[in-house]
């Protein structure tokens, strides 16, 4: 009676789920929109691109902030090199801040060989534009003779890169704009620098060297306003944080010497730690990884288990498969060993299982693999023979069984 009327005491509610909308567009949390970012569909969290829109799609959507992405490099180090750079080149063109960590390259010159966004981003169009400019070089001199007066312009492809899109393909071949770095803020920890500037810190004892790179990233994080639990005055922005080769033998440590390192729980501790600092934060870390090299796999299981997604790439270089012509058209396989399971029961598994990777002149591509079927002329003239012999005898046997019978019962 009294939803009839419509009057309720002061202090009742009405028994519906229903909620009227406050004028400040109030009636929930909401996710922030922050540049380079989505929500997902699936559980809510906001998403960031990997710099690879093909890889983006194999994860579920993209990486979720505060997640650690695990990428187990190949035997050169090659391609983990070119995913490592695709990440952070990804930041840049979105306006994201930059964290890089390295031992063996200076953080400046990592900036320097990132690949250049792509106007066009989309992947069939940038291949016929590829085919198109080998076929095309027989018309260069007359496009200049119509043209001569443009060659000396400046290009303005700056501008025109679109950074609200989420993923964005990169030219390899072409290095990344200057104007585009200088407009983000980005911190890097060289490790020989740091040895440097704290003489008490020993090189042998990595847990003094880990624990250096934490203090680092807890003062950019807590100092910068990238911590999530503490409300900010400032417009938000997404932390990017990049470590190269990390446990290898330039960073000092023994874990890729020996089958039972001195410290064996130094690199374990640090990620706890890590994983700890980027729950609270707005940022996502990429870390690169020799798990060729580690000798003890119990280690590397564990460092399995204190990362949210995994990824291994199996390059063909210096294998069998490179010789192979079943793999011709691809460079190296990219296994998914692991995806966080973020506020759901289970993880979302793409269907995709057998998946490749391919280098052009411009572009790194992940696909699914398809190989080609036998129709080589390997085969003997035996094997032919007897393959004959067993048909013979299967359409006698069913030629037998069919007596009287004008058609075959299965």
Known sequence: AALATGEWALGERAPTSFQRRAPGGGGGSRLA????????????????????PSLDSVLGGGLAVGTLLLIEEDTYGIYSSLLFKHFLAEGVVCGHNLFIASAKEEPADILKELPSPFLNTSVSVIEEEGAEAVKGKQDFQESLKIAWRYQNKPKLEVTQINSSKFGHCFDLSKPLASELIQNIGWHGFFLPEETTL???????NMASGYNRLLHSLQKVIYQEGFDGSIPQKNQRNILR?????????????????????QNIHSLTRFLYALRGLLRTSLSACIITIPSHLIQNKAIMERVTNLSDTVVGLESFIGSERETNPLYKDYHGLIHIHQIPRLNSLNSNVSDMKDLAFRLKRKLLIIERLHLPPDLSDTVSRTSK?????STKLLSSGCSAMAIGKKHLDF
Do not use: F, K, Y
């Open 198 to 204: 704290c003489p008490n810190m020993n090189s042998c």
């Open 33 to 52: 929109v922050l540049p380079g970012t989505r929500p997902s569909v699936r559980h809510g969290q906001l998403l960031l691109s990997s710099g690879l």
């Open 385 to 389: 023979q007897d393959l004959a012999e």
């Open 241 to 261: 944080i990049g470590i190269q080769s990390l446990g290898s033998v330039l960073w000092g440590d023994d874990i890729c010497c020996s089958e039972n390192p």
